[in-house]
């Protein structure tokens, strides 16, 4: 009798012990919650806030991207003004947009804002004025995708910036990235599609880990507008410069074979390239992308919370989550790995810095060299060896990650970007002492923003008055009006029967 | 009955197994003969062969060193003379004996053949003659060592190479990094020494992991010869230039602070520094040094040979045995990591191709501009610039592991030597124009060595003529009076009774 009342204990505790273990271990509760759409989402759906309600934990580490808290090595100082801190650039950037005003970047949340705050796009107050065309939207907004959808992708290249103020008013977000029926990663913007047809290659082919990078490279590469495509006049179409690969010399040759030029310089009168960021070709070059890691492994590790894994979509720097990006791989201290970084990046700004101020110093000696009468026969080979050395300057800077997504590729090309405008240089010399000025050129004062903007006939003050009005008069009514047209036309999102 | 004989059976047959299994695993008996001396090592003993004798493997897999077969990126076109393959190298050391003769580096067994063989050191006749020191000999034979010990420091480096020509016969081995008693790693040569102390550090302080590096610094390092070194003039006493660091900035500083030139160039009248091969240095500066590897971990790694594990001392490229070397810690295939080496070297190449060939340039316009009658006080910034880029530009290719060893800090200093460089021939095309002559400076054939040899005044033939007979007539003798002095004096090595 004993025994059998042992028995029966024994049985119930192994019971209750069975129903604790699977109440742990279990997270199928969890995962209905986070994985079971609350809402249908029709169409193209720019609001991050719909997606939200299916995908809360995704949305809520996305909305971080508002976060700017995390300083690299560059911006202890708490600069954002990059003009301020190099004013050589102005020169560099003397008669293009970016010699008004560039600053570091910030997270996806605040494109649209970013994009209408700065000088770069001027202040215009009517729809069709300004100076930039549509095609500017192109990587701010999850409207575009739907804006592209609507009327079309050569009509949507084919406005002025300033006409789609009010269709524009959402950032960058998750109908960039991901298809609402099955949440697959999908190319949503036509020109990185386009660019692979034009290598031969189909973007559909990508593997899910590749397209973990694919999705950034629809934005985070070096592209430019096509103004003279055949059947597509009148349209700034944007184009990634690939077809001859991927290097810095390969799209040097792109463009010099088509006679493209961004600009053309005012001082120097060279026709100039600007390198957009072009991240993921650098960062195709270095040995992450070597061993296989995508964009998404350390700029969106796998987090886990609640019992639940996903992707941490707080997109950003790395280095202020060293822990859960490069820890998977890497067994180092955490202060070592961010010294590793920083160290790759004071050696290529060491090189980059002093070319900087090379090629701001060629643009004045060539501006004399003009006055003084020199021939376009005496200049061309000048100029061609000072559009070669900028692009590569610029492709090495404007892409952020370089220095540490391919160090040496891009130290590689800082070395080739100081060997032309050293030539550009020592052609200067000779053409000047020709003209009968043998000395070194009178400089402005290379280390003053203000100075270098006047000099290169830029009225700061009347922009900085026009834009202050712009944001204050234009920008609310654009959103004003969005939002309007939002109310009115967006589908209402139905909710699921669960 | 018949359980009491199947348990018999199973006792026999379990003792016999155990018999087997003993005779496989255990190595006591190779242990024994691996590691039991069977010779009594008397002093300093230049001989690997006596060392041999007690240490067979580590003495076989050292005597692959004459091995040559492995050949490296720059090395599949068989070639073996630099300076054909990169003629303009001879302009670059104009009036330094690399001009005459420059030879891709072969193992550790040819120290003494290579040495007397390169036209660089002449072709003394006799005891005295010749134009380099005895300091040459450091770091090539055990036999100095030897003599340090029997005639002291300062004095074996106050002589002529000649006059040790019969002293110095058994190349780099055994006694240059092990103590016969102990076996441990061991420095042997007093630049080492005393440069830790300039830095205020004791080499005796260093670990097993650190002496695993640091034997080969003994060598493998920058060094020069001080020849005014108070209390020891009329020495050419070998230093490393390390008191204010080891990155090429602290030791051109160094350089230039003590007014230091390893000769002046004829073309350019520069005070030149010859990089020697820094390449413990530039290790030091990159991953591998970082994560605590030292040079032996991949260019002498373990070894498993009849169950002996050993440290294979086939020192060469790691390239050619990595699955021994990077599959230690790497887990890629081997052409991947292969291919990840050549990517390194043929980037840095690049540079340093295009650096050498605009420092070459810079000697000869600057030997126009003395032509024409510049002043020391035009002259003075430019020399300054061509010995600091060269500087710059040898540091990086004299140590010839740099582009792995220490990839992005070896192009940042390329970096660095272009932009000096360009200064220097920006400044020339000035002081030229001033002079009367504002035109690209005539250059000599580039791509010729022979008559760039010629140009810079060599008489090649004579030089190669006088080696052949210096080879068949001198070099003989030295060796012939060598292992005579060696069977007289050297102490018969005593077999150990084990």
Sequence with gaps: MKNWIIFLLTVIAVFLLALLANSIIDRKAEARFAYQPQVEIEGIEPRDSVWGLNYPRQYQSYRKTADTTFRGLYSTSGFA????????????????????????????????????????????????????????????????????????????????????????????????????????LTITRPALVEAFEAMGKNVDDASHQEMRSLVCAQCHVEYYFDKNLPGKEGAAYLKFPWEDGLTVEAMEEYYDNVDFADWVHPLSKTKMLKAQHPDYEIFS????????????????????????????????????????????????????LITDVYERQRKIKEGTGYLQKQIAKAHIEAKKAWDLGATEEQMADILLNIRHAQWRWDFSVASHGAAFHAPLETSRIVSSGTGKIQEARIKL?????????????????????EVLQEYIGLDMPAEVENKKRFLEEVVPRWLKEGREREAANLPVTSVRNN
């Design 81 to 184: 003004d990059v003009l301020d801190d190099q004013p050589e650039l102005v020169i560099l950037w003397a008669g293009y947009a970016f010699s008004k005003d560039y600053n570091q970047p910030r997270g996806h949340s605040h494109a649209i804002t970013d994009i209408v705050s700065t000088a770069r796009v001027g202040s215009p107050w009517k729809e069709g004025e300004g100076p930039m065309p549509s095609t500017c939207w192109t990587c701010k907004s999850t409207d575009v995708p739907r804006l592209m959808d609507e009327i079309g992708v050569t009509e949507f290249y084919s406005e002025k910036f300033s006409d789609f103020g009010s269709e524009i008013i959402n950032p960058i977000g998750c109908a960039d990235c991901h298809d609402p029926k099955t949440m697959n």
């Design 429 to 449: 010399a000779r053409v000047l002492a020709d003209l009968g000025h043998n000395e070194p050129v009178e400089l402005p004062d290379l280390n003053n923003k």
């Design 285 to 336: 070059m270095g040995v992450h992308a070597k061993r296989g890691v995508s964009c998404a492994d350390c700029h969106m590790p796998y987090k886990t919370e609640g019992g639940q894994k996903f992707t941490d979509h707080h997109i950003g720097s790395p280095l202020a989550n060293v822990e859960s990006s490069c820890f998977v791989c890497h067994r180092e201290s955490k202060d070592d």
